[in-house]
Structures are given as structure tokens and as C-alpha cells.
């Protein structure tokens, strides 16, 4: 089955850049979605089809997508956006979801 | 506003079932695509399932850990989407939330709390 593989953690300075990876073989021939999630919260999509925002996401979340890695890019790092982040694809060839693993912000 | 809103969870035994429901309201469910996806303490998310709309088939599909135990189901009269859960493990213990979408999932309810524990 189709493996998406991203870093446990990243840790970002307030008003800096944190860029999250996820990793999958030719993820780029796929659609990535992204996903934040506050604890005790459910998920909010973010970014989706590589690279559009959802309405209502602020212009600081972008996303890549190319050869065997997307990123989720946040820029100006706000306390507000410590969180699980997440990327999905759908696997055409099984016709399921799948998740990476996820990836803890932490806003220093 | 889209409102996806589940219940049923609890506590159950291994070897048990339960049925989950989820009601939407704010989009044309008839229409949507849904999917359940679960969420271990303290682990990552996990697909668990999804049922198309009628007009493409209704079919529903599942991951290997779930496939033959959980099944889905949908009442478009209701609005309602379930997920019925038999031979429960203990591993099976998690948040299970309701969310639509075809190939990303653009809303979520806020998750229904089910542990199997003997």
C-alpha cells in the first residue's frame, strides 16, 4: 500500500518559516491535501490539491508538490499555528485514502 | 453553515459492536461522497471507510485493518451516514469522525469516542 512519510516535529520562531515535507514515491503525479489539527479538535483542511486554499485559510499556508515530496509551507509563524499538521493523497491504484503520519508544529 | 454532527460511540467489549451515526446538515448529502476516519490516542489519522453517493453506485470500500468487520451505510432520507462496527478490538479504540469529500475532506464532525475494553 502507498506510504506517505513525514518528519514528527518541527520546531519554528515566531514570525519565521516552517516548511513541513511528506514523502511518498512520485507523490507529485498525486494530489497532496493538507491538514491542521489542535489538540482535542478535529482536522481543518488547509491546502488542497497541492496547492489551493480552502476559503477562509489565511495567504501564509502555501503547498509543493514535486517528485517524490509536497510541503506545506507556513510563513510569519504564529503561536496559533502550533498544531499536528497532515498530508493525504487518494491511491488511484487501490482507490483508498491515505494519511501520512503527521507532523507536530512547535512554535518556539 | 455545514454541520456534520456523530454519536453512538461509548464503551463496548471485544468482540462487541456498535453502530455510529452521523446527521449532515448545509450541503446536498445525497450528493456527497462520505468517509469515516479514526484517530487512536495520541496516533495520527486513519482511513477507515467510504460510501459513494447513489448516483455513483453506492458502493463502499475499506481499508484491510476494517475490511470484513465495519461496514457503512447511508440513508440520503435522513441525511444520516452510519458505520456499523462488529468483532471490535481493543485496537479499535479511537475518535471515529464523519467527513466528506471525493478526494480531500473539506468538512469534519467533531468525533465520537469509542474504546474497546474488556
Known amino acids: 500500500s502507498y506510504v506517505l512519510t513525514q518528519p514528527p516535529s518541527v520546531s519554528v520562531a515566531p514570525g519565521k518559516m516552517a516548511r513541513i515535507t511528506c514523502g511518498g514515491n512520485?507523490?507529485?503525479?498525486?494530489?497532496v491535501h493538507w491538514y491542521r489539527q489542535k489538540p482535542g479538535q478535529a482536522p481543518v483542511l488547509v491546502i488542497h490539491?497541492?496547492?489551493d486554499r480552502p476559503s477562509g485559510i489565511p495567504e501564509r499556508f502555501s503547498g509543493s508538490n514535486s517528485g517524490n515530496t509536497a510541503t506545506l509551507t507556513i510563513s510569519r509563524v504564529e503561536a496559533g499555528d502550533e498544531a499536528d499538521y497532515y498530508c493525504?493523497?487518494?491511491?488511484?491504484?487501490?482507490?483508498?485514502?491515505?494519511f501520512g503520519s503527521g507532523t507536530k508544529v512547535t512554535v518556539l | 453553515e455545514v454541520q456534520l454532527v456523530e454519536s453512538g460511540g461509548g464503551l463496548v467489549k471485544p468482540g462487541g459492536s456498535l453502530r455510529l451515526s452521523c446527521v449532515a446538515s448545509?450541503?446536498?448529502?445525497?450528493?456527497?461522497?462520505m468517509s469515516w476516519v479514526r484517530q487512536a490516542p495520541g496516533k495520527g489519522l486513519e482511513w477507515i471507510g467510504r460510501?459513494?453517493?447513489?448516483?455513483?453506485?453506492?458502493?463502499?470500500d475499506y481499508p484491510a485493518p476494517v475490511k470484513g468487520r465495519f461496514s457503512i451505510s447511508r440513508d440520503d432520507s435522513k441525511n444520516t451516514l452510519y458505520l456499523q462496527m462488529n468483532s471490535l478490538k481493543t485496537e479499535d479504540t479511537a475518535v471515529y469522525y464523519c467527513?466528506?469529500?471525493?478526494?480531500?475532506?473539506?468538512?469534519w464532525g467533531h468525533g465520537t469516542m469509542v474504546t474497546v475494553s474488556p
Open positions: 460510501i459513494k453517493s447513489k448516483s455513483d453506485l453506492g458502493t463502499a
Open positions: 467527513t466528506t469529500g471525493m478526494v480531500a475532506f473539506g468538512f
Open positions: 512520485n507523490v507529485g503525479g498525486k494530489s
Open positions: 490539491y497541492d496547492s
Open positions: 448545509g450541503f446536498t448529502f445525497s450528493t456527497a461522497w
Open positions: 493525504q493523497v487518494w491511491d488511484s491504484s487501490s482507490d483508498h485514502y491515505v
